[in-house]
């Protein structure tokens, strides 16, 4: 169900890799891409730095607690996002960083470009994060001007309002799924993602899941240097649904599972609605899904 591409081929841009990449965003809105600037090793580095940060006394998580702030920058614990309102709140643990704009520049009051909060341990997370940051999306920014270029656009067509990204990196822990879950209870419950394109990088254990055109629930996985790539909400408007926004969920196994997903998004003000529909802007859309899913911010 999942098409597979080479990055390079996707960096080209032949006409049969863009025929392909443009059915598989219209029509599956899931693939995965191989071979890009991020190796297998280096991807491991990140997810061993990741799961150290879990593993680490709950006390020291409680640091860099992202409910103290009331942005999305930091540790969230267990239970501190619900993005099903018809499920119950997800049993993982995340820790999100992203992108920072200097204090008194424009937008910079605002949560999605809040400072990051680094924890002390363990010994170089923010350093090995924070580059990974820089490449994923310069990987990001390769695969969306395919996209654009498989949509008969220029391959610039997205750039220029990529240049103050909401771009947001994620470390997901899952724990093994708990003897009390039930079937409201999920790693992470059925939803489509907020923003435009999604990177993500996974140890390989099992867990992910798509929901099919057949409405039947289909396993993604893929080894460490191998990205899944999906599509947003954004992106599905900003389309006009020439790409899809697919449903997809991690309900748990009896292994506890890294991922790390990028969320790629355009700058604050950038006007996502279809030609000729009332303006949809980007920051606003992501600000409110946002206060919908992160339980500290809905009580604020």
Request: charged share 20%; hydrophobic share 35%; with cysteine.
């Given at each position: 169900m999942i098409p597979e591409f080479d990055f390079a081929d996707i960096e080209k841009?032949?006409?049969?890799?863009?025929?392909?990449?443009?059915k598989a965003a219209r029509e599956v809105g899931f693939l995965t891409v191989t071979n890009?600037?991020?190796?297998?090793?280096?991807?491991g580095l990140v997810l061993a730095m990741y799961r150290a940060f879990f593993e680490l006394p709950e006390d020291q998580k409680?640091?860099?607690?992202?409910?103290?702030?009331?942005?999305?920058?930091?540790?969230g614990a267990?239970?501190?996002?619900q993005v099903d309102p018809n499920a119950n709140p997800d049993y993982k643990e995340v820790y999100d960083s992203g992108f920072a704009l200097p204090e008194g520049a424009d937008f910079s009051d605002l949560a999605v470009y809040a400072p990051n909060r680094w924890p002390d341990l363990?010994?170089?997370f923010e350093t090995v994060i924070s580059a990974y940051y820089r490449d994923a999306m310069a990987v990001a920014r390769v695969l969306l001007r395919?996209?654009?270029?498989?949509?008969?656009?220029?391959?610039?067509?997205?750039?220029?309002?990529?240049?103050?990204?909401?771009?947001?990196?994620?470390?997901?822990?899952?724990?093994?799924?708990?003897?009390?879950?039930?079937?409201?209870?999920?790693?992470?419950?059925?939803?489509?993602?907020?923003?435009?394109?999604?990177?993500?990088?996974?140890?390989?254990?099992?867990?992910?899941?798509v929901l099919s055109g057949?409405?039947?629930?289909?396993?993604?996985?893929?080894?460490?240097?191998?990205?899944?790539?999906?599509?947003?909400?954004?992106?599905?408007?900003w389309t006009e649904g020439q790409v899809k926004a697919t449903l997809h969920r991690v309900k748990g196994t009896s292994q506890t599972r890294i991922s790390v997903p990028l969320f790629f998004n355009p700058?604050?003000?950038?006007?996502?609605?279809?030609?000729?529909?009332?303006?949809?802007i980007a920051g606003e859309h992501l600000g409110k899904r946002f206060a919908e899913t992160y339980l500290h911010m809905k009580a604020s």
């Open positions: 841009g032949t006409p049969e890799t863009l025929s392909e990449l443009s890009t600037p991020i190796t297998p090793a280096r991807m409680q640091r860099v607690n992202m409910a103290v702030t009331g942005a999305n920058r930091g540790w267990p239970k501190s996002e363990p010994e170089g395919g996209l654009a270029n498989a949509l008969g656009q220029d391959d610039g067509y997205f750039d220029q309002h990529f240049d103050r990204p909401m771009a947001l990196l994620r470390g997901n822990y899952y724990p093994e799924r708990p003897d009390w879950a039930g079937e409201k209870d999920f790693g992470i419950a059925a939803h489509t993602d907020y923003g435009c394109l999604t990177l993500l990088g996974t140890d390989g254990v099992a867990g992910l899941e057949d409405d039947t629930w289909v396993p993604v996985t893929a080894k460490p240097g191998t990205f899944v790539i999906n599509f947003g909400e954004m992106l599905e408007f700058n604050y003000e950038t006007n996502v609605a279809p030609e000729g529909s009332d303006p949809i």
